[in-house]
């Protein structure tokens, strides 16, 4: 007959203490952690103890079980990977589109539409006097009004390109900083690799480092606003990233391979590489190339019926004025007094293709801007609405934690019990037993 150590309860009760008091301090983990980002609340699974085999203590003697408490098994990470998954997609997403909206706005606001700084309005200003000039064809003041009329039209668009050219620096500026050596993907890209080792080192001394992978995909998620993030499990809590369209793995365990091209990563580099590029492809040089186009219509329409060179240069960025108030031509040389056909004619050019030019490029601008933003404004809501299911899973939640808090315990409070208890028990046990008449 297999005996039991009468200290055996003691030991039952005490499991019962320990494994109470751990669920505890996970609780209190999970509240003090309930605003630090990326958190992922943490939950102590209990399991029971292996049990105590005995024989001969049933009566027809069969081998029996005696429960022996209970063991915290591990310490989880509440954690969806698809949720991780869906969000990142809809932050990559939003990346893109907030810096293609920021980016826009500036260069919709350059043209300062509708305003009397506009070119449109300029613009109408410089045909009317025209109007002006052929109802007065010899008056100097009317011939000087003109030029400077000309003179701030060319200044305005000029002003104009520049303006544009300095959004498409900036989106050249901005992508160079977040690639470089003090860049936001390399600083990622380091942070991920060391946790990786972090990871690793625990897992293989059979530890859970919940907190590290935490701070891991933290990292992931601001490398996702970035550009397309994929993550593939190496095994021992390690893992590979591949970022953009780079043709390595950004991440390969310890390895952290940067800088790489990228030719259409998404995100924010996606945009910023669209918008700043220098070619024919990118978003701010076709808008250039617009506008050289209507400044090219100006010169070539005013130059031909002036009938020599009013304006200079061949495209926005080297238009300028050719005539004083003493060259103006009204009329055709040689012209008697009061003549103006010239005037009559340029003043008809009104409507016509450069002001049709400049007006398709503002509604491009415009137009093209004010869908950035309301595709900036849907991908926040499908980006918040991401977070919102990721945090569903992992996020604490204060109610539950209270009401975990007020379970664990009475747990704990029964087992103390039990263990006073038992120690009474054994108290009579060795101190009052034997002792007659007492």
Do not use: C
Not at 342 to 356: F, K, P, Y
């Amino acid at each position: 007959m297999s005996t039991v150590s009468a200290f055996f309860g003691l030991n039952t009760a005490l499991k019962g203490l320990l494994a109470h008091q751990r669920s505890l301090d996970v609780t209190a983990h999970n509240i003090g952690n309930a605003s630090t980002e990326g958190y992922s609340r943490q939950q102590a699974v209990l399991q029971s103890a292996d049990p105590l085999t005995i024989a001969g203590v049933t009566s027809n003697g069969s081998v029996a079980m005696l429960g022996a408490g209970v063991d915290v098994e591990s310490f989880n990470r509440v954690r969806d990977a698809f949720a991780d998954l869906q969000f990142r997609a809809q932050n990559m997403a939003f990346g893109q589109n907030d810096a293609t909206a920021s980016l826009l706005n500036q260069a919709e606001l350059s043209l300062s539409e509708p305003s009397d700084n506009g070119i449109g309005q300029v613009l109408a200003k410089f045909w009317s006097a025209w109007d002006d000039l052929s109802n007065h064809p010899e008056s100097p003041a009317t011939r000087q009004a003109l030029v400077n009329q000309a003179q701030l039209l060319t200044d305005r668009i000029q002003t104009l390109r520049s303006d544009l050219t300095a959004v498409r620096t900036q989106a050249q500026t901005e992508y160079g900083l977040l690639t470089g050596p003090t860049g936001d993907v390399l600083s990622a890209a380091q942070d991920i690799a060391a946790l990786n080792q972090a990871i690793k080192s625990a897992v293989q001394q059979g530890a859970q480092p919940n907190d590290l992978m935490d701070r891991r995909d933290v990292a992931l998620d601001k490398l996702s606003a970035l550009g397309q993030v994929s993550v593939t499990d190496l095994g021992s809590g390690t893992i590979q990233v591949n970022f953009g369209d780079a043709a390595l793995p950004l991440v390969d365990d310890a390895t952290v391979t940067w800088p790489q091209t990228l030719t259409s990563p998404g995100g924010r580099l996606g945009a910023l590489l669209k918008i700043g590029d220098a070619t024919a492809a990118g978003t701010i040089t076709s808008y250039l190339s617009d506008l050289d186009g209507m400044a090219s219509q100006i010169i070539s329409s005013v130059n031909a019926v002036h009938g020599s060179a009013f304006f200079s240069g061949t495209d926005a960025a080297t238009i300028g004025v050719a005539v004083t108030a003493g060259t103006v031509r009204a009329a055709t040389p040689p012209a008697a007094s009061g003549a103006n056909d010239i005037a009559v004619t340029m003043s008809a050019l009104r409507g016509q293709g450069a002001d049709t030019a400049y007006a398709n490029l503002v509604a491009r601008i415009g137009g093209e801007s004010r869908a950035a933003t309301l595709q900036q404004t849907t991908t926040q809501a499908l980006k918040d609405s991401a977070e919102d299911r990721r945090q569903s899973v992992s996020g604490v939640s204060m109610d539950e934690e209270m009401t975990n808090m007020v379970r664990f315990q009475r747990g704990y409070q029964a087992s103390a019990r039990a263990m006073s208890t038992i120690d009474e028990m054994l108290d009579t046990l060795i101190n009052r037993t034997g002792r007659v008449g007492l």
